[in-house]
């Protein structure tokens, strides 16, 4: 059974590689997904792969990088969509 959920970050979260940042660690974590900027200042992630490891990164991407400055998170789950690979999205 696959996991996706789809993740909304506010704060200070653009122009501190927060995106590189998740990409980095969804390579490492076996999950696939996208993350991109949205027009409001937050970043969204969409992430699926087996549980335990969407789990982790939920874990990753509420601490960010350094300096990040997360201020909320909200998360809702998906249905999975079978994504290839992680991708960083530039809109």
Do not use: W
């Not at 970043?43 to 960010?64: A, N, Q, R, Y």
Request: hydrophobic share 35%.
């Amino acid at each position: 059974m696959k996991k996706s959920v789809r993740m909304y970050i506010k704060g200070t979260v653009q122009g501190v590689f927060f995106r590189s940042f998740v990409k980095e660690n969804a390579d490492k974590n076996n999950v696939k997904g996208f993350a991109r900027n949205l027009d409001d200042g937050r970043v969204e992630i969409f992430i699926e792969g087996d549980p335990d490891d969407v789990d982790k990164m939920i874990e990753i991407c509420t601490s960010g990088p350094k300096h990040a400055m997360i201020k909320g998170v909200e998360i809702k789950p998906e249905k999975f969509q079978d994504f290839k690979e992680f991708k960083v999205l530039h809109i």
